[in-house]
């Protein structure tokens, strides 16, 4: 069974700066395609970023976060990465990760269970 933990998030200013991690046991990340998400209470999950497997050459973002994150992987770490700068209080949501059926459709695989997500808290 695969366990997902989210980790790096916390408090931050406006314009700061933060690198979330994915690390998966269980079974290997660089055999799927990655992406990252994001909830806000009230709402649904919602995309963010992806990346594909396995080199992570295709890239793709949510409009509201292009030019701020960057998605990234490091298959030898098992490890799926979000840099992400410039914050807003807007992106103020629990972080989680997850497997997607394809990085083109960021539909989550549905074979992987989620994590406990990272909280990450953009206010001044």
């Known amino acids: 069974q695969v366990q997902l933990v989210e980790s790096g998030g916390g408090l931050v200013r406006p314009g700061g700066s933060l690198r979330l991690s994915c690390v998966a046991s269980g079974r290997t990340l660089s055999s799927s395609d990655m992406g990252w998400f994001r909830q806000t209470p009230g709402k649904e999950r919602e995309f963010v970023a992806a990346?594909?497997?396995?080199?992570?050459?295709?890239?793709r973002y949510t409009d509201s976060v292009k030019g701020r994150f960057t998605i990234s992987r490091d298959n030898a770490k098992n490890t799926v990465f979000l840099q992400m700068i410039s914050l807003k209080p807007e992106d103020t949501a629990v972080y989680y990760c997850n497997a997607l059926l394809n990085w083109r459709t960021t539909t989550p695989r549905g074979d992987w269970d989620w994590g406990q997500g990272t909280q990450v808290t953009v206010s001044s």
């Open positions: 990346i594909s497997w396995p080199t992570g050459t295709g890239t």
